[in-house]
T-cell receptor, first 112, second 116 residues
Framework: DAKTTQPTSMDCAEGRAANLPCNHS???????VYWYRQIHSQGPQYIIH???NNETNEMASLIITEDRKSSTLILPHATLRDTAVYYC?????????????FGKGTHLIIQP | GAVVSQHPSWVICKSGTSVKIECRSL??????MFWYRQFPKQSLMLMAT?????????EQGVEKDKFLINHASLTLSTLTVTSAHPEDSSFYIC????????????FGPGTRLLVL
């Protein structure tokens, strides 16, 4: 799986959009970008994934650059409950038989 | 999203005893389940992968005789920590995936183990 780079931590004001960047410059053509988050003392929660087109669901939007070397997860109206560690993970389509490799992620802190 | 449950949510045991943790996929059949471990202030580390009806595949450095994994049905996997010691105290999390063409994994809420 391609390696990803994320900022260690970010702050965002409650009610504003939170934009979390992720670099994956070695991503290959058949690798998806996945985002999970982990709220303190809970299991990771799936957020969204994409291949090359931008994606949106009820939780977030995923913007992938045209060259696919980076992406941004957008939480449109952050709330205090969005405080968590956010993980950007790159995986092959089909996934193979392997588990996910978690990096250090970005600790997003939503400020009141 | 799909729901994965774990039981118990937390357990305290004496050193030398064995502890069993259950992981269930509630609304889908999980052909593959994964077990992770997370120490304080660290990220999740994959311990093993199990496919229904076959032996688990363990990551390097994980003792298969200490961490027994059983995946007897498409909705249940169990992790047994045998002869637990204080250094096994950790947060154990399972995840489940349906099918082979789908990458999305859904995680359980985790089980916090404290070995005294």
């Amino acid at each position: 799986d391609a390696k990803t780079t994320q900022p260690t931590s970010m702050d965002c004001a409650e009610g504003r959009a939170a934009n979390l960047p992720c670099n994956h410059s070695t991503i290959s053509g058949n690798e998806y970008v996945y985002w999970y988050r982990q709220i303190h003392s809970q299991g990771p929660q799936y957020i969204i994934h994409g291949l090359k087109n931008n994606e949106t669901n009820e939780m977030a939007s995923l913007i992938i650059t045209e060259d696919r070397k980076s992406s941004t997860l957008i939480l449109p109206h952050a709330t205090l409950r969005d405080t968590a560690v956010y993980y950007c993970i790159v995986r092959l389509s089909g996934g193979g038989a392997d588990g996910l490799t978690f990096g250090k992620g970005t600790h997003l802190i939503i400020q009141p | 999203g799909a729901v994965v449950s774990q039981h118990p949510s937390w357990v305290i045991c004496k050193s030398g005893t064995s502890v069993k943790i259950e992981c269930r996929s509630l609304d889908f059949q999980a052909t593959t389940m994964f077990w992770y471990r997370q120490f304080p202030k660290q990220s999740l580390m994959l311990m093993a992968t199990s496919n229904e009806g076959s032996k688990a595949t363990y990551e390097q450095g994980v003792e298969k005789d200490k961490f027994l994994i059983n995946h007897a049905s498409l909705t249940l996997s169990t992790l047994t920590v045998t002869s637990a010691h204080p250094e096994d105290s950790s947060f154990y999390i399972c995840s489940a995936r349906a099918g082979t063409g789908v990458v999305t994994q859904y995680f359980g809420p985790g089980t916090r183990l404290l070995v005294l």
